[in-house]
């Protein structure tokens, strides 16, 4: 368990690196020309004194509230460790939101300045200035902004700055972070610096075969989530804390992040479920594709047995895997697994995952790869992580027990309660929304879960996500939308039901993978009016449903269902920046294909 910090803040993180190593690679930065170029301890402490001189000559003063609105990239990294060597508090808002979004938070924190990244987020901005009369300034990146600060700033003592950063304590506040508002809108949720020092040490130390280097071989991680979710802020941090080199990727795409992991070279990654369900479903088409679709499955198959086999043997209930099943793993690590490591960097080993449920066939699978995947839960509310897999006895299809320093605790509504010194201290300015969810100390979550007999938490559902069908019949509808989404060509997946007689579902397709599928039957690219009703593409759907229907009680089971001619976007407002179904938003857009599932 990490030690509670007693002094100081996050920024001394940058100074005391820089102090005792400052010639070691701290970050990888890439340049216009697309190649990755190297930052030492030294050269990032200097450029965030650089910009702290340059704050405090542009007015920013201790305590004020600063939002950045970015994609994930190095220039973020370096403004968070400068706000905070300041004493500043940072305010991350999403790149993708909208106008009335960013007034709302930008109201609500009383920020009085802001770092955009290009025209069309200062135009976000612009377009509700007049509303927000504590803002003075904005800076963007792309126009010179940086620059244009460190050159302000030249003129500033550095003592200046070592006199704000020595004020700051590990009880100031570091950042208001924005609940991503699934339902109704975002809260502030406050995070101080010992929150955020406390949950990426324990991260550290209890996983340090993740953050660890070995001789030669430099720990590294590259940062694709959006820096906005407390998610990728907590890897900013560990990593920084961990002496891990860092790497930004500014896009969540499988497509736009794969060339970036072959040439960033990762050790290590944090992601969401979709992005390995990218991985192996590009693997499973490259192979179909090439004639090998048999031995790719086959070599699943064995990655299964054998990470399953691995895992009794972590808990006692096996002997680990048969010489003959070792064999044959072997063989397949030659042919197929290295494959897929090599198309991630070949130095991947762990990954984390997080943001919402991972089906437990696909961690063993990449597990039997060669890349431990330690799947874990926590929220804004928990500063990431309450609890994770254990890197020697990883129960895959839970979420793992709860990270050191941290209890969990089932109410008798099956509500997910957390104990720890990460939980936030409060909602900025909404004294009743924190009443209603702290309680002496413990955070009352909202999510659903249990608990096995050695303290592995599931969740099962999230209390306002429950249906209740006209018959009386409660359902959690996550399970099985994760069940039909397992499915090669399905994308998305809703489940309706509230208040009706049976349960229901939307699908979307993963168009890539649709027309992969069609190319095998040598079957023409189909439009999305085509798609919908498609004979062969419905059957197909059948079977992911069917399937996702076994592990359910009939009253639970998915009776209809409708594919959608296009997919649920966040630029559409039906998915939040993390990828989460906004659920509301969907059966309001869709209330008439939801109708007509019911007539």
Known sequence: MAAAPRAGGLADTVFDYAEEDPHRIALGRKGADGAWHDVTAGTFRDEVLALAKGLIADGVRFGDRVALMSRTRY????????????????????????????????????????MVEHEDHAMTVGSVIDRLPRLKRLWQLDAGALAELVAAGARIDDEVVHRHRRAVTPDSVATVIYT???????????????GF?????????????????????????????????????????????????LGHQPELSARALMPDLVSFRPTFFLAVPYIFEKVFDAARRKAETEGRAGPFDKA??????????????????????????????QFFDKVVYRKIREAMGGRVRHAMSGGSGMERRLGLFFAGA??????????????????????????????????????????????????????????????????????????????????????????TGRKKEI?????????????????????????????????????????????EAVEHWLAMQGRPVLSP???????????????????????????????????????FTEEHGLLTPSLKLKRKAIETAYAAEIDALYH
């Open 467 to 511: 249906l209740v069908t006209s018959g009386g019949k409660s359902v959690a509808p996550g399970g099985l939308e994760e069940r039909v989404r397992a499915h090669p060509l399905v994308a998305q997946c809703i489940v309706v039901g509230d208040d009706r007689p049976y349960i229901a579902a939307l699908v979307t397709v993963d168009q």
């Open 300 to 329: 699943v198959e064995v990655a299964v047995k054998y990470a399953e086999a691995m895992e009794e043997r972590a808990f006692g209930t096996g002997p680990g895997p048969s010489a003959g099943l070792r064999m044959q793993h």
């Open 75 to 114: 220039e973020w990294t370096l403004f968070d460790l400068a706000l905070w060597t300041v004493g500043a508090q940072s305010v991350p808002v999403y790149p993708t939101s909208s106008a009335e979004q960013v007034l709302w938070m930008l109201h609500d924190a009383e920020v009085t300045a802001v």
């Open 529 to 567: 009016a085509q798609l919908v009703r498609d004979p062969g593409l419905e059957t197909e759907v059948r079977r992911a449903v069917v399937a996702a229907n076994t592990a359910v009680s009939q009253a639970e089971s998915i009776r209809t269902f409708r594919i959608l001619a296009h997919r």
């Open 370 to 459: 060669g890349i431990a995947v330690f799947e874990g839960y926590g929220l804004t509310e928990t500063t990431a992580a309450a609890t994770a897999n254990p890197p020697e006895r990883t129960r895959y299809g839970t979420v793992g027990r709860p990270i050191p320093g941290t209890t969990v605790h089932i109410a008798r509504d099956g509500e997910v309660w957390v104990h720890g010194a990460h939980v936030f201290s409060r909602y900025l300015g909404d004294p009743r929304a924190t009443d209603e969810v702290l309680r002496d100390g413990w955070l009352a979550t909202g999510d659903l879960g249990s608990l096995d007999a050695d303290g592995y938490l599931t969740i």
């Open 197 to 245: 020092m406390f949950e990426a040490d324990t991260m550290v130390g209890r996983w340090h075969p993740v953050f660890r280097s070995r001789p030669g071989d430099e720990a590294a991680t590259l940062l694709f989530l959006p820096l906005a979710h407390v998610f990728g802020r907590m890897v900013e941090v560990a990593a920084l804390r961990g002496r891990v080199k």
């Open 180 to 194: 991503s508002g699934t339902t109704g809108r975002p809260k502030g949720c406050v995070i101080t610096h010992a």
